[in-house]
Nanobody, 124 residues
């Protein structure tokens, strides 16, 4: 029902900032809970941030609280992840995901649709 395309990843130095974008297809973007996940080599895909349909609720994994901000613009069918003060250990492929039903924001098993990911490399 929805296709997701991430952009904005790249190579940055530790301490730098990036803003990732996820563009969604269709006219019902407002109906999806959205989330960002990341996967580093040899590790499981982990939840980073999630946002409710209206944007009124947000959730973050503990390690990024205070540094990352998830937001959405339903008029533009886009969700963002502002990443500040990036750390080398946050090097990973970052994925955008959408859930078509009400979920706990951090429950990766409830997300129905996934983008192909955008790589973020943070050098020391």
């Amino acid at each position: 029902q929805v296709q997701l395309v991430e952009s904005g990843g790249g190579l940055v130095q530790a301490g730098a900032s990036l803003r990732l974008s996820c563009a969604a297809s269709g006219r019902t973007f407002w109906s999806y809970v959205m989330g960002w996940f990341r996967q580093a080599p040899g590790k499981e895909r982990e939840f980073v941030a999630g946002i409710s349909r209206s944007g009124s609720s947000r959730s973050y994994t503990d390690s990024v609280k205070g540094r990352f901000t998830i937001s959405r613009d339903n008029a533009k069918n886009t969700v963002y992840l502002q990443m500040n003060s990036l750390k080398a250990e946050e090097t990973a492929v970052y994925y955008c995901a959408a859930a078509s039903t009400a979920i706990v924001l951090g429950d990766r098993y409830k997300y129905d649709y996934w983008g192909q990911g955008t790589p973020v490399t943070v050098s020391s």
